[in-house]
C-alpha cells in the first residue's frame, strides 16, 4: 500500500522564479491538504483540495495556488518566489467525507530553497 | 479560531524513564487532538489521535496520551523511552474545521 509521494525531494529557485510540487494521495484517499514547514516551525495550512475544487484556505497570498486531478492527485504552484518562501512543503493525504475525525497522512515533503 | 500550545521546546529523558511532551489546546468546538513525530529530513508520521470516548488514547510505538477537557490538554506519554524515540514532536488540534492546527513542536532527546 504507498502512501503518500511528493516530488520533487529538493529543489533550489531564485527570487521571482516559478515553481511546482506535485503530490499523489495514499491509496484509497481522496482529499489533498499542503502545509508549509519553515525552519524551526510547526507546518501551516496553506489549502485543502477536495474534489478537484479549493475547500479551503490558510493564510496565504495568492502567490500560492493549487489543482486537483481527477485521480486526487495535486500540484502546488508558487509564483514570484520570495526568499520567504523558503521552507519544507508538505502534502498530506485523507478521506473528505468524514472530515474533522479523518487523520491527514503526510508525505515525505519537498525541500525548496529560494536565492 | 483554533490553537495549540507546546509550553517545552525541548525535552530530555534517560533511556528506560518516562517520557512526557506537553500539550494544550483551545477550540471553540469539541476537539479532534493529533500527535505527529517528524525525523530529520522527514515528513510527519501519525503516532495517535483523540476523536471521542476514553481520555487515554493508545498509539503506534508504545505511545498514549491522556485528554483533559477541564485542563484543555493532551499529553503524549511513553512508559519508558528508547534513544530511537530521539525526534520532533508535534501536537495538532481540530475542530468544526478542515485544516489541522499545529503547535512548534518539541525536541525529544533521549540519551542512552
Known amino acids: 500500500d504507498a502512501g503518500v509521494t511528493q516530488s520533487p525531494t529538493h529543489l533550489i529557485k531564485t527570487r521571482g522564479q516559478q515553481v511546482t510540487l506535485r503530490c499523489s494521495p495514499k491509496?484509497?484517499?481522496?482529499?489533498v491538504s499542503w502545509y508549509q514547514q519553515a525552519l524551526g516551525q510547526g507546518p501551516q495550512f496553506i489549502f485543502q483540495y477536495y474534489e478537484e475544487e479549493e475547500r479551503q484556505r490558510g493564510n496565504f497570498p495568492d502567490r500560492f495556488s493549487g489543482h486537483q486531478f481527477p485521480n486526487y492527485s495535486s500540484e502546488l504552484n508558487v509564483n514570484a518566489l520570495l526568499l520567504g518562501d523558503s521552507a519544507l512543503y508538505l502534502c498530506?493525504?485523507?478521506?473528505?467525507?468524514?472530515?474533522?475525525?479523518?487523520?491527514?497522512?503526510f508525505g515525505p515533503g519537498t525541500r525548496l530553497l529560494v536565492l | 479560531a483554533q490553537s495549540v500550545a507546546q509550553p517545552e521546546d525541548q525535552v530530555n529523558v534517560a533511556e528506560g524513564n518516562p517520557l512526557t511532551v506537553k500539550c494544550t489546546y483551545s477550540v471553540s468546538g469539541n476537539p479532534y487532538l493529533f500527535w505527529y513525530v517528524q525525523y530529520p529530513n522527514r515528513g510527519l508520521q501519525f503516532l495517535l489521535k483523540?476523536?471521542?470516548?476514553?481520555?487515554l488514547v493508545k498509539g503506534s510505538y508504545g505511545f498514549e496520551a491522556e485528554f483533559n477537557k477541564s485542563q484543555t490538554s493532551f499529553h503524549l506519554k511513553k512508559p519508558s523511552a528508547l534513544v530511537s524515540d530521539s525526534a520532533l514532536y508535534f501536537c495538532?488540534?481540530?475542530?468544526?474545521?478542515?485544516?489541522?492546527?499545529f503547535g512548534a513542536g518539541t525536541t525529544v532527546t533521549v540519551r542512552a
Open positions: 498530506a493525504s485523507s478521506l473528505g467525507q468524514a472530515r474533522y475525525q479523518e487523520t491527514q497522512y
Open positions: 491509496s484509497g484517499h481522496d482529499t
Open positions: 483523540y476523536i471521542t470516548g476514553d481520555n
Open positions: 495538532a488540534v481540530r475542530d468544526n474545521d478542515y485544516k489541522l492546527s
